[in-house]
């Protein structure tokens, strides 16, 4: 796979990838939905360190999943383009937001988190994994 590259809506925060995704998913949990401001977020997950962040910084919010375990949301500081997310229980993992790369066109995600929130409407393919929270 080509690097992979993306940014946020008003252009101020830009990021590149050198590493191959370790997962991508579609998560349904109620966080997810409120930080995309629609059903469910797309993420991808890669290696935190071929992940690196250009232009101005990244606004983070600490939040907490249902271990208990801190997750950081980090946006744009200007335009509030949410961008990616770490979390405690996925060590060494940062979480691009599908929706912020310049090229989302080869994102085919198969595996779906947290359906026990999914909003009733949302219809997962019979080709596609579901797990009521996290994988594991």
């Known amino acids: 796979m080509s690097r992979i590259k993306g940014g946020c809506l008003c252009g101020t925060v830009r990021y590149e990838c050198n590493g191959e995704p370790l997962m991508t998913a579609i998560c349904h949990c109620t966080h997810c939905q409120k930080t995309s401001g629609s059903a469910f977020s797309i993420n991808i997950g890669v290696p935190a360190d071929s992940v690196a962040f250009s232009g101005a910084s990244l606004a983070r919010f600490k939040d ?73």
């Open 64 to 136: 907490s999943g249902t271990s208990g375990k801190p997750t950081w949301r980090s946006f744009c500081q200007t335009c509030g383009s949410s961008l990616a997310t770490e979390a405690e229980a996925f060590p060494g993992v940062v979480f691009l937001k599908g929706g912020t790369l310049d090229d989302p066109s080869w994102l085919d995600p198969k595996l779906h988190i947290w359906t026990r929130s999914k909003q009733p409407w949302v219809t997962i393919g019979a080709d596609a994994t579901s797990v009521e929270q996290n994988p594991g």
